[in-house]
């Protein structure tokens, strides 16, 4: 080996002198609570904030590794990563567990304020909704109480805004009003400013969903009120005496507990550009806590979804790549945990837990002007002629090639009832793996249009969704793009004309895939591929409760799936919609809604599960269904061990000889020791029902049209709450008195006069009742409530 010259040797000397004695070129930093910012960042002197941490590693050669010990660092600001922080990772020493906090600890001196309650004062720049007592969220003043056995807000109650009620606060402003959808399409929220010169209530807001509509008149409830602060575990700040007001639960010692509360709406943000991105920062096995509530703030409409977004979170991306979150802990955040927005490339979440989240998970939004003719709400339609017929995004301001694996996602959407697990709009080419994610109020995993596709799904365990809302899924899609519902084109015709047939694919140029999944919802689908859905293939998903539903779209593959308990539900599908369901075992016949016969380009080869049939039978029930399912077949399926939820079949199974292959049945879900030792899993379906069980649902005739109750799913492809109902009009000749009125087949009939209408006999009665008064036909068009006057006893 050659000898190194006099002046290479004496640049090593300088460099290792530099580094002894200043740091610059040291690999390592550490930081610690008890260290101070005059320290060098050795480790036997480290500094105490993150922010000088951050600041010292911005003069260092990179990569940099900063090394957080024990203990709680509170940020006096969002800690903002640019282009100079690239190359540092910041993770948790070996063994310890750093907590990240966008929050302040209270010094306070409690006294008896009156029956129970404690009184402090608290520092004057003190603004926050949300208070924590060791580590634990605590209840905003409310009414009704807190009841964690309530299926809807935790508790809920008619008169939470009643002018009965209202006479109890001396001044409501500051508090919070929340309420359903009427049709159980997540929830709404309204700042209380006031009260009116009658006692009612003032309020703003109401814009947290983006298919609108009047409020649910049950389902509501109001908090920060300080009148209502009378249940242990409740409390009230008063802004203008800076004031805390504190309940505590039973047997708590608030003189050695901690009092935190928050400050900051985004704890760390990674800001660059496409032209400067932020590349290569990682942080690993940290905590973060204490970020802000943002449902005052979640306005955003997204492109006809049903959703609106805030476009922040507890962790903040835009304009980044090469970007890594790993083992990470995000507790109890107000909003969004993890906001992915407009350019970023290749973030990888791994490893992480994301619970009680006040919004969503993990969300990854892109630029609706990336989006070729965006329309942003449901009742938006355009013309062909208009469109521009480029396939693909304008730019590249979106979200791509990203990755969310091996995750623990649960108790999310505390506030906010429109949220999900993992929600993906604008994006392209996003996978989410090995994640388990449950106790949602809504969808488990969202994907809310078909900009740009290119998504995967696979080995996932979702459960326990759809809790507090309605009319949806464990997963759930929209694709309500460019070309849906035209205003010049119907939809049935779109494949079949050569000048059309490209426009279902402009926005979704490629695949989106679920596969290798298990899914069970108990309060709607489990795979629900809603409005325009399209270019999706789904196979190798155990669906334990809910089943599959497609409906309004086109280019859909369904193969080798289980739907346990439950079948495949087509809804109101366009002809020529190339859609395929093959190979699957399902356990009831279909439950299609406004199809025609015969049903896309292939349905065949399914087995109908039944236990008593021991030799395969021909699926005629099936095949009366779809007008195809040639070759299907009604036997046992032969599940080895579906007590235990093993639903691969034995060999000789008939689902074999039909082509159905076995997938593994114990690889759904997180994947890490740590993150497996606390999820939970789905609990498994009971002995299933017959396969050919039916409901009786008869037809009847009304005024010369012919009608039915909805019943089951139906409530669905009329967009109202599963507990309303109606009576949908089959036929409707042109000369019958619904008709001359202006009715249509299809339209769901809700009233007459005064009267609710959910049954066939209830319509009969309710217009009988009318005599020869006047009488308004409430009904549902396009998911829409409309009204008009029929003539009294036309027949």
């Known amino acids: 080996?050659?000898?190194?010259?006099?002046?290479?040797?004496?640049?090593?000397?300088?460099?290792?002198?530099?580094?002894?004695?200043?740091?610059?070129?040291?690999?390592?930093?550490?930081?610690?609570p008890m260290g101070s910012d005059r320290g060098s960042g050795a480790s036997a002197t480290p500094l105490a904030t993150l922010q000088k941490a951050r600041d010292a590693a911005r003069s260092m050669i990179k990569p940099v590794t900063i090394h957080l010990a024990d203990g709680t660092y509170y940020l006096p600001e969002t800690l903002v990563f640019g282009t100079e922080d690239s190359g540092v990772t910041w993770q948790a020493n070996e063994g310890e567990t750093p907590i990240v906090s966008g929050g302040v600890k209270l010094d306070l001196k409690w006294t008896t304020y009156k029956d129970g309650i404690l009184q402090a004062k608290v520092p004057e720049d003190l603004v926050t909704e949300e208070l924590f007592v060791n580590g634990e969220r605590q209840i905003l003043a409310r009414y009704p109480n807190f009841d964690?056995?309530?299926?809807?807000?935790?508790?809920?109650?008619?008169?939470?805004?009643?002018?009965?009620?209202?006479?109890?606060?001396?001044?409501?402003?500051?508090?919070?009003?929340?309420?359903?959808?009427?049709?159980?399409?997540?929830?709404?929220?309204?700042?209380?400013?006031?009260?009116?010169?009658?006692?009612?209530?003032?309020?703003?807001?109401?814009?947290?969903?983006?298919?609108?509509?009047?409020?649910?008149?049950?389902?509501?409830?109001?908090?920060?009120?300080?009148?209502?602060?009378?249940?242990?575990?409740?409390?009230?700040?008063?802004?203008?005496?800076?004031?805390?007001y504190f309940y505590p639960p039973a047997g708590l010692d608030l003189s050695h507990a901690t009092v935190e509360a928050t400050r900051l709406t985004t704890l760390i943000e990674l800001r660059g550009?496409?032209?400067?991105?932020?590349?290569?920062?990682?942080?690993?096995?940290?905590?973060?806590?204490?970020?802000?509530?943002?449902?005052?703030?979640?306005?955003?409409?997204?492109?006809?979804?049903?959703?609106?977004?805030?476009?922040?979170?507890?962790?903040f991306f835009q304009g980044a790549e090469d970007c890594l979150l790993e083992d990470l802990l995000l507790d109890q955040v107000g909003g969004n945990a993890i906001f992915v927005n407009h350019y970023n490339r290749r973030i990888t979440v791994r490893g992480c837990e994301i619970v009680k989240a006040g919004a969503s998970g993990v969300v990854f939004v892109g630029d609706p002007k990336a989006a070729r003719n965006p329309l942003f709400n449901y009742?938006?339609?355009?013309?062909?002629?208009?469109?521009?017929?480029?396939?693909?995004?304008?730019?590249?301001?979106?979200?791509?090639d990203c990755l969310v694996e091996d995750c623990l996602i649960h108790l999310t959407g505390r506030v906010e009832k429109q949220t999900a697990g993992v929600n993906i709009d604008l994006a392209q080419s996003i996978t989410v793996r090995h994640c388990s994610i449950y106790d949602m109020p809504r969808a488990g995993i969202n994907i809310g249009d078909g900009c740009w596709g290119g998504h995967v799904v696979e080995w996932c365990d979702v459960f326990d969704t759809v809790k507090e809302t309605g009319d949806h899924g464990s997963f759930n899609s929209w694709g309500r793009d460019r070309w849906w519902q035209l205003q010049d084109i119907g939809m049935n015709d779109l494949l079949a004309n050569d000048?059309?047939?490209d426009l279902v694919l402009l926005d979704c140029v490629k695949q989106n895939i679920l596969r290798n999944n298990r899914w069970r919802c108990d309060h709607g689908w489990d795979i629900d591929l809603d409005d325009g859905s399209s270019n999706y293939w789904l196979y190798?998903?155990?669906?334990?409760?809910?089943?599959?539903?497609?409906?309004?779209?086109?280019?859909?593959?369904?193969?080798?799936?289980?739907?346990?308990?439950?079948?495949?539900?087509?809804?109101?599908?366009?002809?020529?919609?190339?859609?395929?369901?093959?190979?699957?075992?399902?356990?009831?016949?279909?439950?299609?809604?406004?199809?025609?016969?015969?049903?896309?380009?292939?349905?065949?080869?399914?087995?109908?599960?039944?236990?008593?049939?021991?030799?395969?039978?021909?699926?005629?029930?099936?095949?009366?269904?779809?007008?195809?399912?040639?070759?299907?077949e009604i036997a046992d399926a032969q599940f080895l061990d579906p007590a235990h939820g093993d639903y691969r079949v034995k060999?000789?199974?008939?689902?074999?000889?039909?082509?159905?292959?076995?997938?593994?049945?114990?690889?759904?879900?997180?994947?890490?020791?740590?993150?497996?030792?606390?999820a939970r899993t789905p609990i498994l379906p009971g002995a299933p029902a017959a396969a050919e069980s039916k409901?009786?649902?008869?037809?009847?005739?009304?005024?010369?049209?012919?009608?039915?109750?909805?019943?089951?799913t139906e409530f669905s492809v009329y967009g109202v709450a599963q507990g309303d109902g109606g009576v949908v009009l089959l036929d409707v000749p042109a000369d019958s008195a619904p008709g001359r009125a202006g009715l249509r087949k299809d339209d769901l009939i809700q009233g007459i006069n005064a009267s609710k209408v959910s049954k066939v006999k209830e319509l009969t009665t309710a217009y009988s009742a009318a005599g020869n008064g006047p009488i308004e036909i409430r009904f549902v068009r396009g998911q829409k409530l409309q009204s008009l006057k029929l003539q009294p006893h036309i027949e």
């Open 651 to 678: 060999p000789g199974s008939p689902a074999l000889a039909l082509g159905f292959k076995n997938f593994h049945m114990d690889q759904f879900g997180v994947t890490s020791p740590r993150l497996k030792a606390k």
């Open 273 to 315: 550009t496409q032209e400067t991105p932020v590349r290569s920062v990682a942080l690993k096995g940290l905590t973060l806590r204490h970020a802000n509530r943002t449902v005052m703030e979640t306005k955003e409409p997204l492109l006809r979804t049903d959703w609106a977004i805030y476009r922040g979170g507890a962790i």
């Open 1 to 32: 080996m050659k000898q190194p010259t006099l002046l290479l040797t004496l640049l090593l000397a300088s460099l290792a002198f530099a580094a002894a004695t200043t740091g610059v070129c040291a690999a390592d930093l550490f930081v610690s």
């Open 540 to 632: 190798n998903n155990l669906c334990l409760n809910g089943g599959i539903k497609n409906r309004e779209g086109y280019l859909r593959t369904n193969e080798n799936n289980i739907m346990v308990t439950n079948s495949f539900h087509p809804h109101v599908w366009y002809n020529g919609s190339q859609d395929v369901f093959r190979r699957n075992i399902v356990f009831t016949p279909y439950k299609p809604i406004q199809v025609r016969k015969p049903w896309g380009k292939e349905v065949d080869w399914n087995l109908l599960h039944s236990p008593s049939q021991p030799q395969p039978i021909p699926a005629q029930s099936l095949q009366n269904q779809s007008g195809r399912d040639e070759h299907s």
């Open 148 to 244: 964690p056995q309530a299926k809807y807000f935790d508790g809920y109650a008619a008169d939470a805004i009643s002018k009965e009620r209202a006479t109890r606060w001396a001044d409501p402003a500051g508090g919070y009003f929340h309420a359903m959808h009427p049709a159980m399409w997540g929830g709404f929220t309204w700042r209380i400013t006031g009260k009116d010169a009658n006692g009612e209530i003032i309020k703003e807001g109401g814009w947290q969903n983006n298919r609108g509509g009047a409020v649910h008149q049950t389902i509501r409830f109001v908090e920060n009120i300080f009148e209502e602060l009378d249940a242990r575990g409740e409390w009230f700040l008063n802004r203008q005496t800076h004031t805390l």
């Open 695 to 712: 409901t009786s649902n008869p037809t009847g005739v009304w005024l010369g049209a012919k009608v039915r109750a909805i019943a089951g």
């Open 379 to 400: 009742d938006q339609r355009q013309k062909a002629a208009d469109l521009d017929r480029t396939p693909g995004p304008k730019t590249d301001n979106y979200p791509a």
């Open 499 to 501: 000048n059309t047939k």
